[in-house]
């Protein structure tokens, strides 16, 4: 039965998909459908010390950078400050929080954090957050895998959080390929982590990274995945397709980077299992000149947009002017409109939103 529902939707026609998307699209009110999101951030770059090696990953330490600045084992107060004033001035909402996974296991980080007086590196994501949050400004920490009593601990601070489950083919493991060195990837780590976020009742983000050694089974395997566990626990606020791009000075160099087609025929396929439950997101820097084939495909969501932070997993993709993704909306029909890192369907949902936070959503004001 599940190979048929994969078979039937690996060979749907491109057509087909868009017009299964139009179809799904018409269950929601006019109003609903005609609205496209973003969020006005800014990324916040704690640490890029991480304990796996992902093939793909640029960010990582270990990967020469052009700019000795760039390697950053703990952000220091002053810089964290100055991000702020700077995001107050462009009035961004929202801050990503995000570092390698389990930086404070590198004798470095160790050092800096008792220099800060912080315990641990979570201890310091919470000092951060705090001072956002005194800021105005609402925390998203993505920090890769946390375990159960992290995210409690971290729930109050965050307006919502995130964790890409990427992909959960253990192809991805063998020798050679991507997830090789990265015991953080295993699906059984991340799938908890997802779930036990759902356990507690905290918005969550997740996604695919596609492009990076799967097949189109994989995918549809792992969006059925994601749309049983929000069965369940009713978290997950939206999924990201990311493709992977190609960068220079990294180990994972294919042949042929995924083509822009067979991220819009996954998008569409998103939206095909998500159906209307679970919002759809695509980065709009690494899709640029595609926009409004992916509005055909059904995406919701541009998320993050930064006047003036970089993307830090592809920083040659510089992101968009939002005029002109208004323009591209527009001329399809939609209206772009600002968000914040929480949606607001989980704002009043009972234990979702810590009464800190609440306060904090009832100031602002997203027409500023
Ligand atoms: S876990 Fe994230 S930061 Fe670490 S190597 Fe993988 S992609 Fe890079």
Redesign the pocket.
Known sequence: MRENKITQLKNLKFNKIREKVKEIKTELSEQERSVITYSRNFTLSLS?Y?V???G??Y??YKIPKLNSEDNVILLRNEQIVSYIQEALQYNCKEALIMS??RPGSFQEVKEELKKRNCSDFIEYVKNVCTYLLDSKILPHSNL?FLTYDELMDLKKYNASMGLMLEGTSMKLFKKGEVHEH?P??LPKKRIKHITDAGKLKIPLTTGLLVGIGEVIADIIEDLHLIKNIHKKYGHIQEVIIQNFVRKDKIPYQPKKPIAIEEVLRITGIARIILENEIAIQVPPNLIAGFEKHFLDMGVDDFGGISPFTLDYINPKKIWPQIDNLNKICNDKGFTLKERLPIYDKFVNKEGFCSENIKKIIDNINLDD
């Open positions: 890029n991480c796996n090696q992902c793909y990953c960010y990582n390698g996974e890769g990265s953080g990837k």
